[in-house]
């Protein structure tokens, strides 16, 4: 089996996305462009080694992003969280807006679809076995 064991971000404005992502879950940036002799920051999306989750990247986006409502051509990632409203309110103040509201996926979780600042669509994920 092969695991995910990265992510990367495209976007037309690198600072606005490393703020977004920052305020609503955390995240912080390490600039690697030195390694990959373009603009490239490290994503720390996750505490220390062995903590649940991958970290990822972020660079410019090269090309324009696919139209508003069509179907992604890429990897959706849908990221765990501990309170989906709390969440949810975050990701519409820092300029996110929603794209398929809040449903449950019955005795599981609660879930739904954001669309961030650049325009790429982002899952929200909370469990609760109680979801119905």
Partial sequence: MNPVV????????????????GAVFGWKFEDYSQYTGSPYWGVIAKEQDGDPGINGGLLQRNASPAREGASPNAFVCT???????????????????????????PGMAWQGYFIDPEGNLIGIHQPDTNAR
């Fill in 6 to 21: 990265h992510f990367e971000i495209h976007a037309e404005d690198p600072q606005r996305t490393m703020a977004f992502y």
């Fill in 79 to 105: 990221l765990a969280v501990t309170d989906y409203d709390k969440t949810a309110e975050a990701i519409l103040r820092h300029g996110g807006r929603e794209a398929l509201a809040k449903h449950a996926l």
